[in-house]
């Protein structure tokens, strides 16, 4: 009795697991088929271990995965970046407007792709159990050609400036120096490498950098200023803004001016030779010396200081008696052994500012017929009028042996002009 009891209870628990088992085998059957038909349906990444940029994907749609990735990458493409110079903001820019991009989309693209190209029985494989597939791909930032020139030329152009050079000018009757000032250069290339730099790593900001630009001329390169008043007829030397020496001078005739307005030296000449510019028989000055060697009776005497403008020179005299005079054609004269101190004490480059401050004052006698010394102050043209009539000296030097010629009057071959020219060569003694 007891053994069939037995046997029924066999029967019954084995008709139990069967029927357990037959209903498990069919649910997970039919959910294995409905995986596999959700998971080739593309839609979205169901399974475990797809990551994009360490965001997981799994149980996300398309939308929602994508909106999840552009705001970790995308946005901060488009965050403001302040670019600053010494503190000062100057713009504003992103990474994106300097050419920054990502691969986000395409690195979803492709997981969509690898997440479709795994065989059904595997995918089924990882439905059921949840392992994780092990997908993870990585979101690259891609620096590009943006506007990182364009900026840089924009900033420059605003905060590039030119030094200015220091000036002098005569205010009141005496000079007056303006310090120069520095300029300032953006640099150009370390910004833009700066910029283009910002594509590819974040940044909070941007500061850009340049450098002062000394001028070339300082307050201190006016150490000697000279400045000579036409009418007055007297030449005044400073130390800066300081006056060292007043010394008189004779300038330019009426017809033949001084030149007015600002020049400087451009040559010193110690014991200069006069070289005759005549060139060919019948040219002025064909008749006299080829060359005037130094020494106290050459035309431009003992010193000679070459100004920026054709033919001017502050130079030495015999004739003293002009002193004080508009009697010269054109250049500045100076007595001898004043024209030597100032030689002395001024350089190249020296300023020198001509003024007219007063009318004309001729000599009360002046010389009846022309000298050397107005000659080799002239080129031979007058702007009116014919040449002066003057006496030819009774002997003239061959020219190849120069020597200074005799103090009698002489007449140029051709008539006086105004203004003066510059010897074509110079032989300093």
């Known amino acids: 009795m007891k053994s069939g009891n037995r046997s029924i209870r066999r029967f019954q628990l084995l008709t139990w697991v069967v029927g357990v088992t037959s209903f498990l085998l069919v649910i997970g059957v039919g959910g294995a088929a409905a995986a596999v038909r959700l998971e080739s349906s593309g839609s979205k990444v169901n399974l475990n271990g797809f990551q994009v940029g360490g965001i997981e994907l799994a149980g996300l749609n398309k939308a929602a995965a994508?909106?999840?990735?552009?705001?970790?990458?995308?946005?901060?493409?488009?965050?403001?970046?302040?670019?600053?110079?010494?503190?000062?903001?100057?713009?504003?820019?992103?990474?994106r407007e300097l050419g920054a991009s990502t691969n986000v989309d395409e690195v979803y693209a492709q997981a969509l792709k690898l997440h479709r190209d795994i065989p059904s029985f595997k995918r089924l494989w990882y439905r059921i159990t949840g392992m994780s597939v092990g997908h993870a791909l990585e979101v690259k930032t891609r620096a590009g050609d943006g506007k990182a020139e364009e900026i840089v030329n924009k900033i420059a152009a605003a905060v590039n400036r030119a030094p200015v050079d220091a000036s002098v000018a005569v205010v009141g009757g005496t000079p007056k120096i303006t310090d120069g000032t520095a300029g300032f250069a953006l640099d150009e290339k370390e910004a833009t490498r700066a910029l283009k730099n910002v594509t590819a790593e974040g940044t909070s900001g941007v500061d850009l950098v340049g450098k002062p630009i000394a001028p070339a001329v300082t307050k201190a390169n006016f150490k000697d200023v000279i400045v000579v008043k036409v009418g007055e007829n007297k030449l005044y030397h400073y130390d800066g803004e300081r006056l060292v020496k007043t010394y008189d001078v004779a300038t330019g005739l009426p017809k033949y001016p001084t030149p007015i307005g600002p020049f400087k030296i451009v040559q010193k000449r110690f014991r200069p030779t006069w070289v005759n510019p005549a060139t060919k028989p019948g040219q002025w000055g064909a008749k006299l010396p080829a060359k005037i060697g130094p020494g106290p009776n050459n035309p431009l005497g003992t010193r000679a200081m070459n100004l920026n403008s054709p033919g001017i020179r502050i130079h030495g005299t015999t004739a003293d008696n002009s002193m004080g005079y508009n009697a010269s054609h054109g250049c500045i004269r100076m007595r001898m052994s004043d024209v030597e101190e100032l030689f002395d004490r001024v350089e190249v480059g020296t300023p020198v500012i001509i003024q007219s401050v007063g009318p004309v004052r001729l000599m009360p006698s002046p010389p009846k017929a022309l000298t050397i010394q107005d000659l080799v102050e002239s080129n031979g043209i007058a702007s009116e009028g014919g040449p002066p009539a003057v006496t030819p000296p009774a002997q003239v030097p061959p020219p190849a042996s120069p020597v200074v010629p005799s103090p009698t009057p002489v007449t140029p071959p051709a008539i006086v002009s105004p203004v003066e020219v510059e010897d074509p060569a110079i032989v300093n003694g």
Request: charged share 25%; glycine share 4%.
């Open 66 to 95: 994508i909106e999840k990735l552009h705001q970790r990458f995308e946005a901060p493409l488009d965050v403001p970046i302040p670019i600053t110079l010494d503190g000062k903001l100057m713009q504003t820019t992103t990474r």
